[in-house]
């Protein structure tokens, strides 16, 4: 096992975790998450340092340069570290050291199999962090289900879309807090999202 690892922790609650996350983190000296993340290690005796969208760049040299130095650091991501998650800015800030990936539940499974939907079927998309494209307006008229990681809130997306011409009358589901207690699964059309009120973590599915 490598000095370094990226460990995803499926969509947040402890029911979701692998045995090898678990094992990995109990493993680790640094665990290095959001707020959410570290809290579900609270019993974990190691140094915790909080990573937040203010200091994400910092936070990741830190810990790539405290594995450097021979500290055990797992990166916890939410979901999967592959998925809109710490792989991509872990391979920039690297260089040669050496670190592993531990695979997790992604929102966007979880999503799909709470909507029984065959995520092979499916147009995955994110936009998270990145603004929306006009590829979302092209993969909406292939003839599948698209499930989206939004760019910032629902409530951007679903305007997005009337503004580029989506049937208001369109079939949509938004998958919120998904595994936690407050989770929400409203089946919908388009138009009657902007009714509903929305939180950070989402996800929203176009069939
Ligand atoms: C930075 S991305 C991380 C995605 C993650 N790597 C994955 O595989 O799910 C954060 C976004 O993932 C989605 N997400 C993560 N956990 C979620 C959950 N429990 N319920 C709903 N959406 C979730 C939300 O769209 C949130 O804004």
């Known amino acids: 096992m490598s000095k370094l690892c990226l460990v995803g922790i499926g969509p947040g609650s402890k029911e979701y975790l692998t045995f ?8 680790s000296e640094i665990l290095v998450g ?12 190691s140094e915790k340092i909080e990573l937040g ?7 990741l040299s830190l ?6 130095e021979g500290k055990s650091v797992s990166i916890l991501s939410t979901g999967d570290p592959g998925f ?20 997790g539940i992604s929102s966007v499974q979880i999503c799909a199999s709470k909507l029984q939907i065959p995520w092979d079927e499916a147009n995955i998309l994110t ?23 939004p760019n910032k809130t629902i409530e951007e997306t679903v305007n997005y879309l009337f503004n580029h011409g989506i049937d208001p009358d369109r079939k949509v589901a938004v ?30 599915v176009v069939y």
């Open 34 to 45: 959001s707020k959410r993340a570290l809290k579900l290690f609270s019993d974990v005796d």
């Open 63 to 68: 810990a790539v340069s405290k594995a450097c």
């Open 127 to 149: 936009m998270h962090g990145k603004g929306i494209s006009d590829s979302l307006i092209t993969l909406l008229s292939n003839g599948k289900p698209t499930i989206i990681l």
């Open 53 to 59: 969208a203010h200091n994400m760049g910092e936070v």
């Open 20 to 27: 090898e996350a678990v094992t990995v983190v109990e493993n």
């Open 175 to 204: 998958c919120e807090n998904i595994s936690y207690e407050d989770e929400k699964i409203i089946k919908t059309s388009l138009k009657k999202l902007l009714n509903e009120e929305f939180g950070y973590m989402c996800v929203l």
């Open 84 to 103: 809109s998650g710490v792989l991509k800015p872990i391979k920039k800030l690297a260089g040669n050291l050496k670190f592993d990936v531990i695979p």
